[in-house]
């Protein structure tokens, strides 16, 4: 008789666990307290328009092709993608922009043509980037750092060879500071700190490692838009047999003698041979595992920044406007020291906009655009965040029209509000953090939950809060890191 494992959650990182266990031979059941699979990665539908809810970048594709080839299907006849030929459509106040284009010789002529940066200093600055990604990713990406092999086998030792040239001891800014002569290309590097909610003149350069997954291995976009991602992963977890159960929010993790047993949903319990925690771990001990010992200095780490995302039907086309596209801050600096240090949100943001329907043209009506319009912001600790939205909306939109040269609000025609409150509320995220812990310190890697209890026997952890990190690609490999603990059920 198969083993039974217990998911809690239904993250990407959750599905990703599920169908590994069922390729293991486990029977898994799959407990979500909202009433829909996928976490951040789900969507929005308001007046004939569609949103990719929360993650919007694609990068590593393998790693959901991976799960489908494990499960002997062919990727491509359940999950289609492309590849951008545009990573990020890039513009100033002083009315200078720059596409960031997928081919590395183009981008790097624009960046000289534009901004008057030698282009071998791009080339130079993302061959350091995959020099990066070469020794640290065997090591922080693909394997668990808390086990003594991972820092014994020949890869890590090959590594521990390179250590002063890997970014480990000054910040991401300094780093960039050094390879560029442009402030705005220095920005425009610092920027990747933003893709795990940390701050780029705190974060060790070490985080250069992001630009090599963006550029040297490419930006992609499902073909049927981000939330695909979810949907042919969840598919396919219930073609293996995954049981899922919704509107089902788990009290209590069973412990007994030392043991994961099960998990407790209102009155009922349930009992598995594993149990498996895909919600954020901060919320996680502080509710279904309150009974448990604590580990405190991880949960009291300092935590990453969070969002604040206006979902705007536009009722017109920018042709100028791309899939990505950012509108900088003219004090980079200063808007981090707000987020970070001061609680709130600058009154120059740096502005994000996503418009899926320039690929997926049904995700709006004709003539019109659905924007996903987002500034990063601190994690919530009890803000006026009714006053801060106004604020920042208004802000918003005067950027905006600056830029753009046009008048927004008019063009409005729906609109849903994301805001820490409501990401903590919907998918149980600390403080509405989005990525768990920040990673604004060289020792962030190694303070993040592992992906199994030393504590507790049969008690894994997978998703954003943990090893390694947040972001598609990396929970993905958190559940890959986790299924490679356990044995296969007899």
Not at 97 to 114: N, P, R
Not at 345 to 356: A, E, G, Q
Not at 394 to 416: A, C, G, Q, S, Y
Request: glycine share 6%; with cysteine.
């Amino acid at each position: 008789m198969a083993k039974k494992a217990l998911i809690i959650g239904s993250g990407i990182a959750g599905i990703a666990s599920a169908i590994r266990l069922a390729l293991k031979g486990y029977d898994v059941e799959v407990f979500e307290a909202n009433s829909y699979p996928g976490g951040k990665l789900s969507e929005i539908e308001i007046g004939g328009y569609r949103f990719d809810a929360g993650p919007s970048l694609f990068t590593l594709p393998e790693q959901v092709e991976e799960l489908f080839s494990l499960a002997g299907k062919s990727p491509k006849e359940h999950f289609d993608y492309l590849r951008l030929p545009v990573a990020c459509h890039y513009f100033w106040e002083d009315g200078r922009s720059l596409k960031a284009f997928s081919d590395l010789d183009k981008f790097a002529e624009e960046v000289e043509k534009k901004l008057g940066e030698p282009s071998n200093h791009v080339k130079k600055a993302l061959e350091k980037s995959s020099f990066i990604y070469e020794h640290l990713s065997p090591l922080f990406m693909h394997r668990s750092l808390h086990e003594l092999k991972t820092w014994t086998n020949s890869k890590a030792l090959k590594s521990y060879l390179k250590m002063g040239k890997l970014g480990i001891f000054m910040t991401m800014n300094e780093a960039n500071e050094k390879q560029f002569d442009n402030p705005k290309l220095v920005q425009l590097f610092n920027r990747y700190a933003t893709y795990n909610g940390s701050n780029p003149y705190e974060t060790p350069a070490t985080l250069n490692i992001i630009p090599h997954l963006e550029f040297n291995i490419g930006a992609f976009f499902p073909k049927k838009g981000m939330h695909d991602i979810t949907l042919s992963l969840y598919k396919l977890s219930q073609q293996l047999g995954v049981s899922y159960h919704f509107d089902q929010k788990v009290e209590e993790i069973l412990v007994q003698n030392g043991k994961a047993i099960g998990v407790k949903i209102e009155d009922k319990s349930i009992k598995g041979d594993l149990v498996i925690n895909n919600m954020d771990m901060v919320n996680a001990y502080k509710t279904i595992l309150k009974k448990q010992r604590q580990p405190k200095l991880l949960l009291n780490q300092p935590k990453s920044s969070s969002a604040l995302i206006f979902y705007w039907g536009i009722q017109r086309n920018f042709p100028e406007l791309d899939l990505h596209n950012i509108f900088f801050s003219d004090n980079y600096l200063e808007e981090f020291d707000h987020i970070f240090k001061k609680g709130s949100i600058y009154h120059d943001p740096t502005v994000y906009i996503n418009i899926t329907s320039v690929y997926k043209q049904d995700d709006a009506p004709k003539d019109s655009m659905n924007w996903f319009t987002m500034i990063n912001v601190p994690n919530n600790t009890g803000q006026n965040w009714d006053r801060m939205i106004a604020e920042a909306k208004k802000n918003i939109i005067h950027k905006l029209n600056r830029i753009l040269k046009t008048d927004i609000e008019p063009l409005i025609e729906v609109e849903e509000i994301l805001d820490p409150r409501k990401i903590e509320i919907k998918t149980s995220s600390a403080q509405g953090a989005l990525y768990g812990n920040s990673s604004n310190n060289k020792f962030s890697a190694f303070l993040r939950h592992a992906n199994y209890s030393s504590k507790i026997k049969n008690l894994y952890f997978c998703g954003g809060s943990v090893h390694p990190g947040g972001g598609i690609p990396l929970c993905l490999l958190s559940a890959k890191i986790m299924s490679d603990m356990i044995p296969d059920s007899n």
